[in-house]
């Protein structure tokens, strides 16, 4: 059966912003945020997923994106200049780990049907498990610049509305020696215009190519430098 249709949750979403710029490294409200607003556009995703090249076998083999990342032994025997490589190198300088968004997220509601909603689930989880591959490939840091965006990119891959929002504020706070984040943000959503869907790449493979093959693949145009903007919370950097 069809997944019911998700409500928008607007103060649910404003609670959470209001959070979210108290403490912009509190990752839980991002997950927040984006569940209240996202009404169906996961279900779309999930239907554009369905209809890739690599969905279908990705479902199938039920593949858990997040065992894989989370294999630091195999990421760290790749090649140098392998996206695997760099994604290791990635969160080991962030001082982040591949879990660290599960933690952040709550539990997706499964429905009804066990078997439809558990490719939904699946789906959705290698979403939220790849953002940082995502970084890696779009060359925009974690920092408060980079997060946003990629945050704008994001959006424009899989037109969640939660997604947007944040982007939106962000650009309407972007002021003072935060002024550069709005020329980042156009420029992240810019970038993702050209770029090929990236929630249906087949990243367990790609992991082993390099960084630059995968780019191309993926028809990605990294950024090469921009100055970005660390929170306070945020790790320093060596």
Same mark, same amino acid.
């Given at each position: 059966? &069809? &997944?019911?249709?998700?409500?928008?949750?607007?103060? $649910?979403?404003? /609670?959470?912003?209001?959070?979210l710029i108290r403490d912009p490294d509190d990752t839980?409200?991002?997950?927040?945020?984006?569940?209240?607003?996202?009404? /169906?556009?996961?279900?779309?995703?999930?239907?554009?997923?369905?209809?890739?090249? @690599?969905?279908?076998?990705?479902?199938? $083999?039920?593949?858990?994106?997040?065992?894989?990342?989370? +294999?630091?032994?195999?990421?760290?025997?790749?090649?140098?200049? *392998?996206?695997?490589?760099?994604?290791?190198?990635? *969160?080991?300088?962030?001082?982040? *780990?591949?879990?660290?968004?599960?933690?952040?997220?709550?539990s997706i509601d499964r429905g009804d049907d066990e078997?439809?909603?558990?490719?939904?689930?699946?789906?959705?989880?290698?979403?939220?498990?790849?953002?940082?591959?995502? @970084?890696?490939?779009?060359?925009?840091?974690?920092?408060?610049?980079? $997060?946003?965006?990629?945050?704008?990119?994001?959006?424009?891959q899989i037109r969640n509305r939660g997604i947007g929002?944040?982007?939106?504020?962000?650009?309407?706070?972007?002021?003072?020696?935060?002024?550069?984040?709005?020329?980042?943000?156009?420029?992240?959503?810019?970038?993702?215009?050209?770029?090929?869907?990236?929630?249906?790449? +087949?990243?367990?493979?790609?992991?082993?190519?390099?960084?630059?093959?995968?780019?191309? *693949?993926?028809?990605?145009?990294?950024?090469?430098?921009?100055?970005?903007?660390?929170?306070?919370?945020? &790790?320093?950097?060596?």
């Open positions: 059966m &069809p &997944p019911r249709r998700n409500p928008i949750l607007f103060r $649910e979403a404003w /609670n959470a912003i209001r959070a839980a409200q991002v997950f927040r945020i984006v569940r209240a607003l996202s009404g /169906n556009s996961q279900e779309r995703a999930f239907q554009r997923f369905l209809r890739s090249d @690599h969905g279908p076998a990705i479902l199938a $083999e039920n593949r858990v994106l997040l065992e894989t990342l989370s +294999d630091r032994a195999y990421l760290t025997s790749l090649p140098e200049g *392998t996206l695997g490589r760099v994604y290791a190198d990635f *969160t080991a300088r962030e001082q982040i *780990t591949a879990d660290g968004l599960v933690e952040a997220s709550e078997e439809i909603d558990a490719r939904r689930a699946l789906f959705g989880q290698r979403l939220r498990d790849s953002h940082d591959l995502w @970084h890696v490939v779009t060359g925009y840091g974690r920092d408060l610049f980079g $997060e946003a965006a990629l945050l704008a990119f994001t959006y424009r929002f944040i982007v939106l504020v962000a650009y309407l706070k972007a002021r003072g020696p935060m002024a550069g984040e709005r020329a980042l943000i156009r420029d992240g959503f810019r970038r993702a215009g050209g770029a090929a869907w990236l929630p249906g790449a +087949d990243w367990e493979a790609l992991l082993a190519r390099p960084l630059d093959e995968v780019r191309r *693949t993926l028809g990605v145009v990294p950024i090469e430098h921009y100055e970005g903007l660390r929170s306070e919370g945020a &790790p320093a950097l060596a």
